[in-house]
């Protein structure tokens, strides 16, 4: 300051070769003492780093890492509505956000009735939620997070006690006998992030969901009580949301499958599928059927699907929130149920279009014929005539079960050399 100072003073005798000279000179000693300070903050930074490591803080550090290295985007005080026209008020930027999620989440999917028909499970389980399993959940309640609608934060579960765990104990049993949720506990809150692109577009935004704490405990315990029986029913190729499974592995399975079939000298075709917003299209009906078929507990069924059958949504935008919806389609956004509900509801998917694909090559003795991360899929053979069967069959349950497969996404892959033309197709565009 005291050099901004000095130059402010010097430049009322700039009218003079010597005043001239000696505010150049300031302009050059501020330049360099700000060089300086920067150096100086940044040397800061990668201490306070290097300690928060030291002392096992990854939480704090990763944030400081992410401060220094993150690119700065410009505030947007406008968006764009369907027309293209320009929107700046507060009141029509949140209409035109509720417009945008509505039609997003509420996109009806146009599948097969048949796949819902489906005998009725077998499996009872209606034993009471235990008060060690709220409390376990409650332990896995992550500090400093976002709270829901309810403004509760997690610390406050948390640190509440007894009677706190008691009063959870009480409400979560009387979801799981009754099936109705309380209404803030179905509630989630839609922040919009900035992506790339214009971003006066809405489809260049992604978006999140904040959800209560208080309903991730009752989410935690489900999720506890539906995760064994969805290990029992999912196929090992499946590696995604699974303890102990990653994309490492299955990129070490596809490195291993090429190497073999070049070593051996036989051919390998690949189609990598992509789903057009595949957990965004979760038909629920079918997700139901599906989960009876695969004779999950009548209850958890029963109350995950009364959870989603009461379920909406508002925008958050610039502190305010905008008109309820409800979300009649996908899973929902930030809830722990929804990896796994979207990997059961594929597997019906899956298990029905491998059900006579031969596939190639083997792993621990075991033929691979997919490998799998979530919604990523690698078909595998060894025919291109065999591959081509699988698109179609895949293509066509999904349909069924109101997914779509996009083929400007969808891409071939083989270990023959030189140009390959093919005639595999997705709604009769050649992949």
Same mark, same amino acid.
């Given at each position: 300051?005291?050099?901004?100072?000095?130059?402010?003073?010097?430049?009322?005798?700039?009218?003079?070769?010597?005043?001239?000279?000696?505010?150049?000179?300031?302009? #050059?000693?501020?330049?360099?003492?700000?060089?300086?300070?920067?150096?100086?903050? /940044?040397?800061?930074?990668?201490?306070?780093?290097?300690?928060?490591?030291?002392?096992?803080?990854?939480?704090?550090?990763? %944030?400081?890492?992410?401060?220094?290295?993150?690119?700065?985007?410009?505030?947007?005080?406008?968006?764009?509505?369907?027309?293209?026209?320009?929107?700046?008020?507060?009141?029509?930027?949140?209409?035109?956000?509720?417009?945008?999620?509505?039609?997003?989440?509420?996109?009806?999917?146009?599948?097969?009735?048949?796949?819902?028909?489906?005998? #009725?499970? @077998?499996?009872?389980?209606?034993?009471? /939620?235990?008060?060690?399993?709220?409390?376990?959940?409650?332990?896995?309640?992550?500090?400093?997070?976002?709270?829901?609608?309810?403004? =509760?934060?997690?610390?406050?579960?948390?640190?509440?006690?007894?009677?706190? =765990?008691?009063?959870?104990?009480?409400?979560?049993?009387?979801?799981?006998?009754?099936?109705?949720?309380?209404?803030?506990?179905?509630?989630?809150?839609? =922040?919009?992030?900035?992506?790339?692109?214009?971003?006066?577009?809405?489809?260049?935004?992604? @978006?999140?969901?904040?959800?209560?704490?208080?309903?991730?405990?009752?989410?935690?315990?489900?999720?506890?009580?539906?995760?064994? %029986?969805?290990?029992?029913?999912?196929?090992?190729?499946?590696?995604?949301?699974?303890?102990?499974?990653?994309?490492? #592995?299955?990129?070490?399975?596809?490195?291993?499958?090429?190497?073999?079939?070049?070593?051996?000298?036989?051919?390998?075709?690949?189609?990598?599928?992509?789903?057009?917003?595949?957990?965004?299209?979760?038909?629920?009906?079918?997700?139901?059927?599906?989960?009876?078929?695969?004779?999950?507990?009548?209850?958890?069924?029963?109350?995950? %699907?009364?959870?989603?059958?009461?379920?909406?949504?508002?925008?958050?935008?610039?502190?305010? =929130?905008?008109?309820?919806?409800?979300?009649?389609?996908?899973?929902?956004?930030?809830?722990?149920?929804?990896?796994?509900?979207?990997?059961?509801?594929?597997?019906?998917?899956?298990?029905?279009?491998?059900?006579?694909?031969?596939?190639?090559?083997?792993?621990?003795?075991?033929?691979? @014929?997919?490998?799998?991360?979530?919604?990523?899929?690698?078909?595998?053979?060894?025919?291109?005539?065999?591959?081509?069967?699988?698109?179609?069959?895949?293509?066509?349950?999904?349909?069924?079960?109101?997914?779509?497969?996009?083929?400007?996404?969808?891409?071939?892959? @083989?270990?023959?050399?030189?140009?390959?033309?093919?005639?595999?197709?997705?709604?009769?565009?050649?992949?």
């Amino acid at each position: 300051m005291e050099l901004c100072d000095k130059r402010r003073n010097q430049k009322k005798k700039k009218n003079t070769p010597e005043g001239r000279a000696e505010h150049m000179k300031a302009n #050059e000693d501020i330049r360099r003492e700000i060089k300086y300070a920067k150096q100086r903050w /940044i040397t800061e930074q990668c201490t306070d780093i290097e300690e928060n490591l030291a002392f096992n803080n990854t939480k704090k550090a990763f %944030q400081l890492v992410k401060d220094l290295t993150k690119e700065k985007q410009a505030k947007v005080n406008s968006i764009k509505d369907k027309r293209g026209n320009s929107l700046t008020e507060e009141k029509e930027i949140l209409e035109r956000w509720t417009e945008y999620c509505s039609e997003l989440y509420t996109h009806q999917s146009r599948g097969d009735p048949s796949v819902l028909n489906v005998e #009725e499970p @077998t499996n009872e389980d209606d034993y009471p /939620i235990l008060r060690d399993e709220v409390v376990a959940a409650v332990d896995s309640l992550r500090s400093g997070k976002s709270a829901g609608v309810n403004n =509760i934060p997690s610390e406050l579960l948390k640190h509440g006690g007894e009677s706190t =765990i008691d009063m959870l104990t009480m409400i979560c049993n009387k979801i799981w006998q009754t099936g109705e949720w309380p209404k803030p506990w179905t509630q989630s809150l839609i =922040i919009v992030i900035p992506k790339k692109g214009n971003l006066q577009l809405c489809q260049n935004y992604r @978006t999140i969901s904040l959800i209560s704490h208080a309903s991730t405990v009752m989410l935690r315990i489900i999720l506890d009580r539906l995760k064994p %029986q969805a290990e029992s029913i999912i196929a090992e190729e499946q590696a995604g949301f699974r303890k102990g499974r990653s994309t490492i #592995e299955q990129i070490f399975n596809l490195c291993l499958l090429c190497e073999k079939h070049l070593q051996q000298q036989r051919e390998l075709y690949h189609v990598f599928i992509d789903f057009k917003k595949a957990f965004d299209r979760v038909w629920h009906d079918a997700l139901w059927a599906t989960m009876k078929k695969f004779n999950i507990g009548k209850k958890l069924t029963h109350t995950i %699907q009364q959870l989603y059958a009461n379920a909406s949504s508002a925008v958050f935008a610039q502190g305010t =929130i905008g008109e309820w919806f409800h979300t009649s389609v996908g899973v929902r956004q930030g809830c722990l149920l929804s990896p796994t509900l979207f990997n059961i509801f594929l597997e019906r998917n899956m298990s029905n279009a491998l059900e006579d694909h031969v596939g190639t090559g083997n792993i621990g003795g075991r033929t691979i @014929t997919n490998l799998r991360f979530a919604d990523d899929i690698d078909g595998i053979a060894g025919e291109e005539n065999e591959l081509s069967r699988l698109v179609n069959q895949l293509d066509r349950l999904s349909t069924k079960f109101g997914m779509e497969i996009s083929a400007e996404k969808t891409k071939l892959m @083989t270990n023959e050399h030189g140009s390959i033309t093919t005639n595999i197709s997705v709604h009769g565009q050649n992949l």
